[in-house]
């Protein structure tokens, strides 16, 4: 894509008042696009530099290197005023570039923008986020769960793990609806945070305040509720209505961007352990080879967090049997229900009943008995709003 002709500083490197004010309201409509679209945050600025921003005279570098530093550190403000109009020069008229003479000098640069609060956002468009109120992303372990806490912490105090620029920590608060859809605020940890401070012998629970990129811990558990938030001191509400979460101080609730990222439990003089919650409210245990036997309960760390869940027991075929192909699924609640799922704020489980499962073969028919080692399974849990 080509600037236009008026700012194109390759074909004429001059660059008078007139020429930089049209540059600089070009690059600030820009970024109001952008702080639109902050899901396409990346593509926007490959795009960007493609059509020659590090052309530029050297004035709009400041404003550039802004812009990149947003991808992790937030949105970032509007450009600073242009500086005043340089003199004219000496046959030509004030501020008029091409008039006769040469052009008087430019005027001295205006401030550089001020940088937003680090991660927020402006409403979102039509399309959202993925999940709301919840960590978009971050690190993992090698079978796909968050590993950004550490099992322990040998004192009261806690440090996340693995986060990096290259790694970041996206946490986004979910602070109600606009026009254009849902209003969230994102912020991008790019490197390790610390909870300090921890109260003793308590379950803590950990926060992330998502227009500062703050962590604050809680010693009450969140509430995730339909109804009007609480008011009661230092009580997390997040009111699933109007998705927006709000803070009790004792006589109000005030709407705060605060996203419960985890918990843990300490005694004495130290943390004993910790809970990561899941990515976007979804757990996915992977697949185990064999669906359980008779009269048995196989329990999972499903972690979101939230008792309000769905769940789900898949099977999956992985040898040829009743009518079934490789590679065909189930959701599986066999023989009025031989196996059933559930779970509580951070656990989940399938129980199985005490007599040999039968199915309905593929083609249809009658029962069947289920060969257990023909199939593998897993379980799913996504929280329901």
Do not use: H
């Not at 809680?218 to 009580?235: D, E, M, R, T, W």
């Amino acid at each position: 894509m080509a600037l236009p002709p008026d700012i194109d500083f390759e074909k004429d490197p001059a660059a008078s008042p007139s020429r930089m004010n049209k540059a600089m309201t070009a690059l600030d409509w820009r970024i109001k696009a952008l702080e639109v679209y902050r899901p396409g945050l990346d593509a926007l600025l490959n795009q960007l530099q493609q059509i020659g921003l590090d052309r530029l005279d050297a004035a709009l570098r400041p404003v550039y290197d802004q812009l990149t530093a947003w991808s992790l550190a937030g949105v970032t403000g509007p450009a600073g005023p242009a500086g005043p109009a340089g003199a004219a020069g000496a046959n030509g008229s004030p501020g008029a570039p091409g008039s006769v003479g040469p052009a008087g000098p430019a005027g001295p640069q205006g401030p550089q923008g001020i940088v937003g609060a680090s991660g927020a956002t402006g409403p979102m468009g039509p399309t959202g986020q993925p999940a709301r109120q919840t960590v978009l992303a971050g690190p993992v372990d090698g079978n796909g769960f968050p590993n950004f806490l550490p099992a322990t912490s040998g004192s009261l105090s806690l440090t996340t793990q693995n986060i990096s620029g290259s790694n970041p920590l996206i946490v986004s608060a979910a602070q109600g609806f606009s026009a254009q859809g849902g209003v969230d605020n994102v912020v991008g940890l790019g490197a390790n945070v610390t909870w300090s401070g921890l109260p003793a012998n308590s379950t803590v629970f950990l926060f992330v305040n998502a227009s500062t990129g703050a962590p604050v811990w809680i010693g009450i558990a969140p509430l995730y509720q339909n109804a009007a938030p609480s008011v009661s001191n230092y009580q997390f509400t997040f009111q699933i209505a109007s998705m927006t979460g709000y803070l009790g101080n004792g006589t109000a609730a005030v709407a705060t961007p605060l996203v419960c990222v985890g918990e843990c439990v300490t005694n004495a003089s130290s943390v004993t352990s910790t809970v990561a919650y899941a990515y976007r409210g979804a757990y996915d245990s992977g697949w185990t080879q064999n669906l359980p036997g008779t009269s048995t309960s196989v329990s999972f760390n499903s972690n979101l967090g939230v008792k309000d869940a769905v769940f789900g027991f898949i099977a999956e075929c992985t040898t040829a049997t009743q009518g079934f192909s490789v590679g065909d699924q189930l959701d599986v609640f066999l023989n009025g229900g031989f196996y059933s799922a559930g779970g509580t704020r951070n656990q989940s489980w399938i129980s199985t009943y005490n007599s040999t499962p039968t199915i309905f073969p593929k083609g249809g028919g009658s029962l069947a008995t289920v060969t257990t080692t023909s199939w593998k399974y897993k379980l799913i849990a996504k929280r329901r709003w």
